[in-house]
């Protein structure tokens, strides 16, 4: 080996444990890591570290996609997951329309419109695309 390689591997041996997820055990520790660069260098991006946090968050990011894909699910499926997480009934939504106008959305016999999607993103502060 040259003296390069024998360099990059020395100092490899030390960083692959940072830059390795392979199962859930190293994703949790990556992701505690990934935390603590946060708590530590915001969005600081002159800190030397963080490249380290933007290549572990890229990391973190491919395993989740591939190990916990979120599955797809309709405008209808992702309101009504949101009036659940904030206890709404369907007559808390008057942007949407009345009861009726929103007992029909939930229950797959009207789409939501543009207005809507819009008036709904806004309230729970999300994107639009979130609905559609």
Do not use: C
């Not at 890591?33 to 708590?39: A, G, H, Q, T, V």
């Not at 190990?67 to 405008?75: A, D, N, Q, R």
């Not at 009036?83 to 009726?100: A, I, K, N, W």
């Not at 007992?103 to 207005?115: A, C, P």
């Amino acid at each position: 080996m040259t003296l390069v390689n024998d360099q990059i591997q020395t100092h490899w041996t030390n960083i692959a444990p940072l830059l390795t997820i392979r199962n859930e055990r190293e994703y949790n520790a990556a992701v505690k890591r990934l935390n603590e660069l946060l708590d530590e260098l915001g969005t600081n991006e002159k800190h030397p570290l963080y490249s380290l946090l933007d290549t572990l968050g890229t990391l973190i990011h491919v395993y989740e996609e591939e190990h916990f894909p979120i599955p797809e699910s309709t405008g209808a499926e992702i309101l009504n997951f949101l009036m659940e997480e904030h206890q709404l009934t369907q007559s808390d939504l008057p942007e949407v329309g009345s009861q009726g106008v929103v007992s029909e959305i939930l229950h797959g016999k009207r789409e939501l419109n543009v207005r809507q999607i819009r008036a709904l993103a806004k309230r729970f502060k999300v994107s639009p695309a979130a609905f559609v």
